[in-house]
């Protein structure tokens, strides 16, 4: 009977160790891998994670453009666009055709020191680690009768380096995104509230 009992008894702690540890590897994935409220899946294995931004109570993430935007308008960083110079590295990320491209180049370059005083932050990108990477810029300038919307965009480096790149294109109120603007999309963007 003594066997029995001894057969039982180790057969439960095997059973009671089995379960311990499951329910161990278990918490200690979930620690691990909380679950995430603010994110944006961009559907090729890439997740852009914005919860820990977001929980800090200084950002608001757009679930549907990966936008973080500053509850509180990031300073234009003047200091770094001075010692920077005449912006030359020009990529233009608006969708203008090619006629216009030629009148958007004369545009960026014809921006100096005193346009930069107009700059006024938008909204920060984040890249495919989570990590903030760059600050949009934009002002509105006069340009050959027509307005522009001017935008220079900061560019965080993985070291701390930054850069900056020049973008522009004829001002369109129906889609133009200032400050305001991207906050208020952010704000409703995601399935819970920020």
Avoid at 131 to 140: A, G, M, N, P, V
């Amino acid at each position: 009977m003594d066997t029995l009992n001894s057969r039982h008894s180790k057969a439960s702690k095997i059973k009671l160790i089995a379960v311990t540890a499951t329910v161990l590897l278990i918490g200690v994935w979930w620690l691990s891998h909380p679950p995430t409220t603010f994110k944006t899946d961009l559907g090729n294995g890439v997740v852009i994670y914005a919860d820990d931004y977001v929980k800090t109570g200084k950002w608001v993430y757009d679930c549907g453009y990966t936008r973080l935007v500053s509850r509180e308008p990031l300073p234009v960083p003047m200091k770094e666009l001075a010692a920077a110079g005449k912006i030359s590295w020009v990529i233009n990320t608006f969708p203008i055709d090619k006629a216009e491209k030629a009148e958007a180049l004369k545009v960026i370059e014809a921006l100096d020191a005193k346009d930069y005083q107009g700059l006024v932050y938008v909204y920060s990108g984040l890249d495919e680690e989570s990590e903030i990477r760059h600050h949009k810029f934009r002002l509105l300038k006069e340009h050959a009768g027509r307005t522009w919307v001017a935008e220079i965009t900061q560019v965080v480096g993985r070291k701390g380096d930054r850069q900056f790149y020049a973008a522009a294109a004829p001002y369109d109120e129906a889609t133009y995104v200032d400050y305001n603007k991207a906050l208020n999309a952010a704000a409703v963007s995601c399935p819970q509230p920020q």
